[in-house]
């Protein structure tokens, strides 16, 4: 498993890079479209919707959402203060579902209206991310990301032993947590020194890594729901897209909601 992850991030992580830092904004937008378009697919599954039918009915849906959010762009930042509001509210279901109280909707229209909320401001968080600051911020967010998982994984493995919520993710541990959070503050302090940026951007990065779990255990509890390991198995070793990005989707919002809100990168 760890050798497939290992051969899937090579090929992935040089791609990403220079769509990152070597295209075009439309560019962009058009390669986090395809994941996006990829992780609908995924989550129409999770939505109890089996048939192709009705998945690309759904994925056709997210597309035109996306247009309609791209030609109606100067409104795209209140997408942001949605998301907040929802993964507050994602908070408290994981709360209760580790409490022993599963407030998750099973209704699969319902399931499918928190799809796009959960993938559509993420993906116009980190274009209005590439559009105010420029690529490397993008690809800054994606190693914060991969740095916390990262730690995550190893110190999880290496000491882990005190559950995070076992009814919602067993493998998550405190020390899993603790082992996110410190490679987090590494990689933040680095960019902070090199950028001579505010040290106020390190503690909205450690936000950003928590609400970034919450996003993974979140969608934990609805692959729970619907039985299932992974999202999918586009990519060897990790799952599907949705499995990869789940944190991501969490992330975006809140840190580029942060970076706006207190100015942080100016």
């Known amino acids: 498993m760890l050798k497939q992850r290992l051969i899937t991030a090579i090929i992935l992580i040089p791609l990403v890079i220079w769509i990152l830092l070597g295209t075009s904004a439309q560019v962009l937008a058009g390669f986090i479209s395809i994941?996006?378009?990829?992780?609908?697919?995924?989550?129409?599954?999770?939505?109890?919707?089996?048939?192709?039918?009705?998945?690309?009915?759904?994925v056709i849906w997210v597309g035109l959402l996306l247009l309609v959010s791209y030609w109606f762009w100067q409104y795209a930042i209140y997408t942001l203060f949605i998301a907040t509001i929802w993964w507050l509210l994602a908070l408290y279901l994981t709360w209760q579902y580790q409490q022993g109280h599963d407030l998750l909707p099973t209704n699969s229209l319902t399931k499918a209206l928190l799809g796009l909320v959960i993938l559509i401001p993420a993906w116009i968080a980190l274009l209005l991310l590439r559009q105010e600051h420029g690529g490397q911020s993008v690809l800054f967010l994606f190693v914060l990301i991969w740095a916390a998982d990262s730690g995550a994984y190893f110190a999880g493995k290496r000491w882990g032993k005190t559950k995070l919520a076992n009814k919602v993710s067993p493998g998550k541990t405190l020390e899993g947590v603790a082992g996110a959070l410190l490679m987090g503050t590494i990689v933040a302090f680095g960019y902070v020194i090199s950028q001579a940026i505010p040290y106020s951007f390190i503690l909205l990065c450690l936000v950003t890594i928590l609400v970034?779990?919450?996003?993974?255990?979140?969608?934990?509890?609805?692959?729970?729901?619907?039985?299932?390991?992974?999202?999918?198995?586009?990519?060897?070793?990790?799952?599907?897209?949705l499995d990869r990005i789940d944190s991501l989707t969490s992330a975006a919002p809140i840190f580029v909601g942060g970076i706006i809100l207190f100015n942080i990168l100016g």
């Open 212 to 241: 970034s779990i919450l996003g993974d255990l979140l969608e934990s509890m609805f692959k729970r729901q619907m039985k299932v390991k992974d999202s999918g198995n586009i990519l060897p070793g990790h799952g599907g897209i």
């Open 35 to 58: 994941f996006v378009l990829i992780a609908a697919w995924e989550w129409a599954a999770l939505c109890g919707w089996q048939t192709k039918l009705a998945r690309s009915f759904y």
